[in-house]
């Protein structure tokens, strides 16, 4: 039987690290496909991927959960007949909605030789609070419906700011096992000991889809798993003064963000996009309390995916990776990443998410790559930005 892991996360999260310490270090010597789920034109971490001798089905013109559920299920069941796995793992695109996925998986597993064995979200423990609010229908889906959340980034982080995060994630999803431990001081065997709590998975699988809610008694056991007690009020939900409204964003009625900025319940969150109790996501809808709508993921973001033939001076690539963290590009950019050729012979890899940036030499690739995705971007903006001409 081939099992089937899910390891979703938000754009930048570290899903790819993740998994490359999980083929490292986490699973035995199993033949192992990995299916990619990138949103864009272009396929970036593929390549990454393919040097650790891995099978790679990339699928890059759409996302699982919409437009690709026929596609998908046939890319599963070619998988299975042509490699003979003892285990698939999908990497979803950051965009994507875990719950869809876990959906498309059901659908397939019933007439193949195929069970569904673990669905983990990577979620950046730096940006939980931005993501909630700003991208909320996409972020939070992927923390509720995971059996296991990985943190990452989790050594960046006060112990305050830690917990800060960890209350909002079990607001969330009270049920499933966090890992909070920096990824350093644990191996991938322990991380995937904790996604493989089958009694878990199947209980999560079984319980109605409603919200998961806030619990205040919390134990971390020795791999800095955290569990808590059930407690639920009459109404089986849990309520206090910060709230979330249908929209999935969460708002506090006077706080202060991440970014040191006074914000009250009429704000401008981290992506300065203003927001009011009657408000307009970061997804360009406008949305009222009592009116909530789900949307595709290419209703919502951008993806800007290009091949170049443009040779880069490391400054140059790095000047331009500045501007956009400078805010230079109308829009949202919550990822960019990219392969291109330099002036000195080597090759480029680059990757970044808001307040990180990663330059790095790497393996050549067959064209110069580019992708950015974002919200309401401005591509021939990025264009102009990186030398991309036509």
């Known amino acids: 039987m081939t099992q089937i892991d899910i390891i979703s996360g938000f754009l930048g999260a570290g899903k790819t690290t993740l998994i490359k310490k999980l083929l490292q270090e986490g699973f035995p010597k199993e033949k192992i496909v990995l299916i990619e789920n990138e949103f864009g034109e272009i396929g970036i971490d593929g390549g990454f991927l393919k040097e650790a001798g891995i099978e790679i089905k990339e699928m890059n013109s759409g996302c699982i959960c ?101 209350a909002l994630i079990r607001e969330k999803n009270p049920k499933a096992v966090v890992i909070t431990t920096p990824w350093e001081a644990i191996s991938g065997a322990q991380i995937l000991e904790a996604m493989e709590q089958k009694e878990l998975m199947e209980q999560l699988m079984k319980e109605d889809e409603c919200l998961p809610h806030h619990h205040d008694h919390e134990e971390e056991c020795e791999f800095g798993h955290h569990h808590d007690h059930d407690e639920k009020c009459e109404c089986g939900h849990h309520h206090d003064h910060d709230e979330e409204c249908e929209c999935g964003h969460h708002h506090d009625h006077d706080e202060e963000c991440e970014c040191g900025h006074h914000h009250d319940h009429d704000e401008e969150c981290e992506c300065g996009h203003h927001h009011d109790h009657d408000e307009e996501c970061g997804c360009g809808h406008h949305h009222h309390h009592h009116h909530h709508h789900g949307h595709d993921a290419d209703e919502v973001f951008t993806s800007w995916g290009v091949q170049t033939a443009h040779v880069y001076q490391e400054a140059e690539l790095q000047q331009a990776l500045d501007q956009i963290a400078a805010g230079a590009v109308t829009g949202t950019v919550l990822r960019a990443k990219g392969i291109v050729p330099c002036t000195d012979g080597t090759w480029l890899h680059f990757d970044m998410v808001p307040e990180e940036c990663e330059i790095r030499r790497g ?16 591509e021939a903006q990025l264009a102009e930005l990186f030398h991309v001409k036509g």
């Not at 393996?363 to 401005?378: E, N, P, R, T």
């Open 363 to 378: 393996a050549a690739a067959v064209a110069g790559m580019l992708c950015v995705i974002g919200s309401k971007l401005d």
């Open 66 to 166: 919409c437009s690709l559920v026929g596609d998908f299920a046939e890319a599963l069941k070619k998988c299975e007949e042509q490699f003979k796995p003892d285990r698939i793992v999908i990497e979803p695109s950051g965009v994507g909605k875990l719950s869809d996925v876990i959906g498309a998986v059901q659908g397939v597993q019933a007439e193949t030789e195929m069970e569904l064995h673990s669905f983990t979200t990577v979620a950046d423990a730096t940006k939980c609070k931005m993501f909630m609010k700003n991208f909320g229908e996409f972020f939070n889906d992927q923390i509720e419906h995971a059996n296991t959340i990985v943190l990452s980034r989790t050594q960046k982080l006060s112990e305050e700011k830690l917990a800060e995060c960890l």
